[in-house]
């Protein structure tokens, strides 16, 4: 029979876990030294470290595959369950057949931006200044600024003045 876990074993753990995640930010930090003000939840994740963010950005829940550069300018935030991808592996013509060619290029992603809810941002995107991406929105192409994107493949829904 299993005993109960006593209160105070588990009210230490609720003490530690802070303690834990301040761990983790600072680990982050020192991998991305470009996180000034920046603010990012437990969740935040990033493969190689070329995330590169100016002051005051928000990155909550998002996952960056970063084989090749990915620039987020500031105040840009992103909500819950986004990902980043900076390869791609388009169909090539060689030699008489077509086989997968293997491409990585810059994200860049410009000053005041929201990124919703579970987008996908994909290799070679240029986001402009004042861009509100909607939820479940795959960026395939550039988005030009002041505007609202959504869809899949993202399209620009209205120009905002």
Sequence with gaps: MNKPVPKIISFLFVLRWPL????????????????????????FEC??????????????????LDYWN????????????????????????????YCRGTTSKDIHIWKNCWITTNCIILSGVR???????????????DIPPNCIAAWVPCKVIRFIE
């Design 20 to 43: 834990v995640f301040r761990c983790v930010r600072w680990f982050i930090k020192k991998l991305i030294p470009n996180l000034k003000n920046s603010r990012f939840s437990s969740w």
């Design 70 to 97: 990915i620039y987020i300018w500031e105040w840009t935030s992103f909500t819950r369950g986004n990902i980043c991808i900076t390869w791609d592996h388009p169909m090539e013509y060689r030699d008489g057949k």
């Design 47 to 64: 493969q190689y470290g070329n995330v590169i963010c100016e002051e005051n950005t928000l990155l909550v829940d998002t996952k960056f």
């Design 127 to 141: 986001i402009g200044d004042n861009v509100t991406i909607w939820a479940w929105s795959v960026v395939t192409k």
